[in-house]
Each structure stands twice: as C-alpha cells, then as structure tokens.
C-alpha cells in the first residue's frame, strides 16, 4: 500500500521523492499500473477544530482590550459584537479530525503515460 503525501509518496517506513528518474518511484507507477489504483491511498487532510479556527481570527488581547475601552466610552458594544460573530462562524460543533483526501489526478496521468 502506498500513502500520497504532499512532496512524497510513503511504502512503509519510508519515503519515496515524486521524482520521475528516482527507480523507487518508477517501481511505485510500475506497481500501480499491473496492480490498480486500489494500491494508492491519497493524502490526510486535517481539519482544524472549532478551538483553533476561532484563535487564528480572534483579534489580539491588546485589540480586545482597546475595543472594550472605546466600547465602554462610546456605550458601544463592538467588541461583544466581534468575538459573537467569531463564535457564530466557527461553533463547537466544528470538532476537526483527519480524513483521508481523494487520490491525485497526478498519479493516474503518470501510470498512463508511462504505458
């Protein structure tokens, strides 16, 4: 079995370059063509969870602060209104996990052409 990897392919424990002179991947696009596509199992894909989606957009504690300044000054509630629309975007139940993405187009081409 063979796993994509976004600048290699994986056998095992160990890596092979995506390099059409290398023989290891020439084996692999030799394996894949007698053997199917069944052989080759595409990248992970890791999806981040609702945690650090929200901690990437949340403003930084010195923005946060500034707006609860000005908001407490200006009776306005900006800062209320930015971390609620960050909560609403990205809710808990976005819980993140890794999956197994499609097989690239890439690996098909190569066992076609090199037949």
Known sequence: MYKINSNSIKKENSYIPLDPANTDY???????????????????VIEPSYV???????????????????????????????????KDKYPKTITGGTTIGPIP????EAVDSAE
């Open 105 to 108: 187009d890439w690996v098909q």
């Open 52 to 86: 650090e989606l929200r901690a990437a957009e949340y403003p930084s504690r010195e923005e946060q602060f500034d707006m609860m300044y000005w908001d407490k000054i200006n009776g306005t509630t900006t800062w209320e209104d930015t971390i609620q629309g960050i």
């Open 26 to 44: 020439q084996q692999f696009i030799q394996d894949v063509s007698e053997q199917g596509i069944g052989i080759v199992e595409g990248p992970d």
